[in-house]
């Protein structure tokens, strides 16, 4: 990732837990014809899920099966630490990861070395975390890798780096997890920036020896014959989504290097076309993936080389309107994915980093643009230190950070111990559950489905909590989705067919017609004596069992809005569907 460095404030705001553990009675798959999407998968993935690309969308069985869409997050800090983030202090002669492995070696040895990075390294990510995605229903981590994890300075391969690689991936896979390979730290640097591997201070552009003086050559050539060892090791491995080719190259003097678009732009295309090639010799089947700084017209038209079965990712991050005061986060997205429209490539899109910092009304939003765009995602990041806030799904519960110039032996391991132990970052993960497995809403039929629901009694569950709708005080309060299991007549719910196509529903509290009061926010109460216009509804069916419905009142989807105190009141007042507006829907007679 790139440029990271403002601090802010801790979100303070909370929201209520959206549990998406899908119960055994109810089973929703949120899974239609040829769309696949992003349920969270009972077993690990096998051949059939296998992904390639189809056109602009990732297909499983090598292509020919059905639509996934990869929405996850980054294992940022896990194998390249960036000091902002985790339990590493910058001091006079550390600031990177180079500068860790240079001081640690010069203070105690090589061996003693790897000791301390394999330690940090095996607490940092265990098979807590694993289960921590699956059960926000994350289905894709992407992998930041640093060559130094994979070889020695000399170029000799690194057992432990590449055995704990050959974990990650298995212990994903193993949850229905997909794992996309990103060298994020090339030989050489390709940023000079911290989170290569390589700070170059103030010479960022000169700490660049990946792209730029005498040692180029060199640093390319190895970089070329890691991506062949990769390819030999996993190319029949499907737990691998794709492989990341460069991360963010040149990012940090993209606009002042002093150099032209189009030089840039051949350098970089060249290299990737070499990658492309070398891979290609070994594995004709894995995703090859090219990373744009930053936009759309950054990367060529993939039929001017030849390119099949790539993805194109794009990087987004704004700094001003930290807030979303004025709606910029949500701007500056939709400006990103209006130029990858406009470019038109006929591969499918990747925003492989984002963050949508304070505000967690934007996170919402922002990721509902993502995927009704039909974006693939994965967030920035997996876990931070608590003071960056919603950068991090997860925190670090310490703060303790190691300084690897003064810190004695056993301090360094002692300090690092506390990297295993985090906690939730509750308002985000609340926040982003329901759109990690959110349906495509451009899969989704509009209108109203005739005869998707027989006339008859039923109880209702919302998906975004697992909890069953019901009248609340005898109908006197709205329609919530609280209750663990179907309980009785407040439960009940009557589906009545109308003679202009449209359905109301007549609660078994008090007999009574549930209305969209719109005058009052929009909530669903069970009031009505007669069906009139505020008594209808629309359905639509999301796939078996599963449905939305749509107001007629005002043409806006219910949906179970989740709140900070615990409730789940059902209202009129979403625009399109996601998990929040799916509901399972339970016949009794």
């Not at 194998?79 to 860790?100: A, G, K, Y």
């Amino acid at each position: 990732m790139g440029m990271k460095k403002r601090k802010w404030g801790k979100v303070i705001a909370t929201v209520c837990m959206c549990t998406i553990l899908f119960a055994s009675n109810l089973v929703p798959t949120l899974t239609g014809k040829g769309d696949a999407m992003n349920k969270v998968k009972a077993s690990q993935i096998g051949n059939s899920d296998y992904l390639k690309a189809d056109g602009k969308v990732l297909r499983n069985n090598y292509g020919n099966g059905d639509v996934v869409y990869l929405r996850g997050t980054n294992a940022g800090g896990y194998l390249l630490q960036e000091f902002w983030m985790c339990l590493t202090n910058n001091s006079s002669n550390v600031n990177c990861e180079m500068d860790i492995y240079n001081t640690l070696t010069n203070r105690f040895g090589n061996d003693k070395m790897r000791e301390l990075v394999n330690y940090y390294q095996d607490q940092y990510w265990t098979t807590q975390d694993f289960d921590n995605c699956r059960d926000m229903g994350i289905n894709c981590i992407r992998l930041p890798i640093w060559y130094l994890n994979l070889e020695d300075k000399n170029g000799n391969d690194v057992k432990e780096g590449w055995d704990r690689i050959d974990w990650f991936v298995r212990e994903a896979g193993n949850r229905g997890i997909y794992v996309v390979l990103d060298f994020h730290g090339a030989p050489g640097s390709q940023n000079g920036s911290d989170h290569s591997g390589v700070d170059g201070g103030n010479d960022k552009k000169g700490a660049s020896q990946f792209f730029w003086g005498q040692n180029a050559a060199a640093n390319q050539e190895r970089y070329y014959r890691i991506w062949e060892k990769l390819a030999r090791r996993y190319k029949d491995n499907p737990a691998v989504a794709g492989y990341d080719l460069l991360n963010e190259p040149y990012c940090t003097y993209r606009y002042n290097s002093g150099l032209s678009d189009s030089e840039l732009r051949n350098l970089l295309w060249g290299i990737y076309d070499n990658a492309y090639k070398r891979i290609r010799a070994i594995d004709s089947n894995h995703v090859i993936i090219m990373e744009a700084t930053w936009d759309a017209v950054d990367l060529p038209n993939p039929s001017s080389y030849g390119w099949q079965n790539v993805m194109y990712e794009y990087h987004n991050y704004l700094y001003d309107d930290y807030d979303n005061a004025g709606g910029n986060q949500i701007k500056n997205m939709q400006k990103k994915i209006d130029g990858i429209n406009a470019a038109n490539y006929n591969v499918p899109s990747y925003m492989g980093e984002f963050c949508y910092f304070n505000n967690i009304d934007a996170w919402k939003q922002g990721v509902e643009l993502l995927n009704n765009a039909g974006l693939n995602w994965t967030t920035w990041t997996y876990k931070t230190v608590s003071s960056y806030g919603n950068w991090g799904l997860y925190h670090h519960t310490s703060n303790n950070k190691v300084n690897i110039e003064t810190d004695s032996f056993d301090q360094i391991k002692s300090k690092w111990a506390n990297v295993k132990t985090s906690e939730r970052n509750d308002a985000l993960v609340n926040a982003l559950k329901p759109y990690f497995t959110a349906k495509n809403t451009s899969n989704i039929p509009s209108g109203s489905n005739d005869d998707v629901l027989k006339e008859g009694q039923y109880y209702f569950t919302a998906d975004a909590n697992e909890k069953v709708v019901c009248a609340q005080d005898e109908g006197k309060q709205p329609m919530a989705a609280v209750r663990d299991s179907f309980g009785g007549a407040w439960e009940v719910i009557t589906v009545v067919k109308n003679s202009d196509g449209t359905y109301s529903f007549k609660s078994g509290a008090n007999n009574k017609y549930i209305c969209s009061v719109i005058d009052e926010n929009n909530q669903l109460l069970a009031r009505s004596e007669k069906i009139q216009g505020w008594e209808k509804y629309e359905i639509i069916k999301v796939s078996d069992g599963q449905y939305a419905f749509k107001s007629k009142a005002n043409d806006k989807y219910v949906k179970a809005d989740i709140t900070d105190d615990g409730k789940c009141v059902l209202k009129a007042d979403s625009d399109s569907i996601q998990l929040w507006e799916c509901f399972h829907v339970n016949f009794i007679k």
